[in-house]
């Protein structure tokens, strides 16, 4: 038996009609996992992370070198199992990764990516942070 009914059939011949099923209810959340250099990467107060930005698009892991130190100044990160200083010394070895590779374009692609990822994160914690007014 065909599943969808032809032109001249009727849905009355033991078929639901396709139009009145209702809707299955299936709710699908998404989580992205990241990777613990990715997942180092501070939150930090909106300014400082638009100067990281800036910073990794003209110098290739100088921004990500700074952004390591506001980790030591009370950062939040995605690691709050971590101690500070591991999570410090993960943000040092991404800006030395960004450095090493930038000879070849790679690490000045993935600081600026970097940066704009912390900016990102920045516009999300502010966002959560301060109060919505009306």
């Known amino acids: 038996m065909d599943p969808f009914p032809k032109d001249g059939e009727s849905a009355a011949a033991g078929e639901p009609s396709r139009a009145a099923a209702p809707s299955s209810g299936v709710v699908v959340q998404v989580r992205e996992k990241k990777g ?18 800036f910073l990794n698009t003209f110098v290739p892991g100088l921004g990500t070198f700074v952004s ?15 101690h500070m200083c591991c999570v410090f010394w993960l943000n040092i070895a991404a800006a030395l990764i960004q450095i090493l590779t930038a000879i070849v374009m790679v690490g000045w692609i993935m600081s600026i990516f970097w940066g704009m990822d912390m900016v990102i994160l920045a516009s999300k914690y502010s966002a959560l942070a301060s109060p919505t007014s009306l």
């Open 68 to 82: 390591a130190f506001t980790v030591l100044c009370g950062a939040r990160t995605d690691l709050p199992d971590r």
């Open 36 to 53: 613990p250099l990715r997942a180092a990467i501070p939150y930090m107060p909106f300014p400082v992370a638009v100067i990281c930005l």
